[in-house]
């Protein structure tokens, strides 16, 4: 047994953090497959895989990491945890492309934001795992790029390897802590945009697109301007997400979208300076990703 891993393996736990055992020396799950389950033990009514089985049990925890050294896996969607992995260029197959650590500084310039001071751990690669407790009754999937370039996230689905553990490439050192930020609005605004809309007719008219961008516009307004205190920027940020696309396609011109966000975002009480911000950011990001029209 390694007593080092046990007690980081425990400590996770405390947090409330569902840990399970990882392959000693490696990250990979050290529980079995669908494929070799017995069907005896946890998996007797049903193959359970390392998501469900994970735990913050403290006497299954020292039953397992007294078989061997395991290192630690956090399975962070049933721990309430979004990570946001700031990984390395190197690690990316680039050498010369931004980091994440310095893209996701920059995303957190543009929306307004200081870079959230949270739990973070050092990942082997030279990373940065960055640890954020999520609302109450949010899943919130893994993502890939979505963020940035070089920025992940690990939700429901998803795993990090815990402080504490070791890699042939380095360990997994805490950086700073201990407390655990609230997952802020407007990143998850950015994780769970708002949907898009299904009632737009798939082959509609230039007149049509644009009748329907007008009232999508006067709805997101009044949503804006009705949003209560804790949802106001999370709902500015969604709504000029979802305008952005008709700025895009040539519905509306994008100085009358900012024009009546800017004013529903002062009407539920933020700033003139949170609201350009945060219109920035959504409506740039928007405008980039919806250059191509949706058809059926």
Known sequence: MNEHLLNAALAAAARGWHVFPLRPGIKLPALHGERTCSGTGPCTGGHRKWEQRATTDPDRIRAAWTRAPFNIG??????????????????????DAPDGAATFRALCERAGHAVPDTYRVRTASGGTHLYFTTPPGTRIPNTQGTVADSVDTRGWGGYVVAAGSTTPAGSYEPLRGPETARLPSWLQSILQPAPKAATAPSAAVSGQSRRYAD???????????????????????????????????????????????????EAAGLSASECRSTLRSALDWSIAHNQRRRTA
């Open 74 to 95: 956090i399975a962070t969607g049933p721990s309430g945890l979004l990570v946001v992995d700031l990984d390395t260029p190197e690690h990316k197959g680039s050498s």
């Open 215 to 265: 009232v999508a516009l006067a709805a997101e307004t009044r949503n804006v301007a009705a949003a209560q205190v804790g949802e106001r920027e999370a709902k500015l940020f969604r709504a000029a997400r979802a305008l952005g696309r008709f700025v895009a396609w040539g519905d509306l011109p994008r100085d009358v979208v900012e024009q009546a966000l800017q004013a529903g975002g």
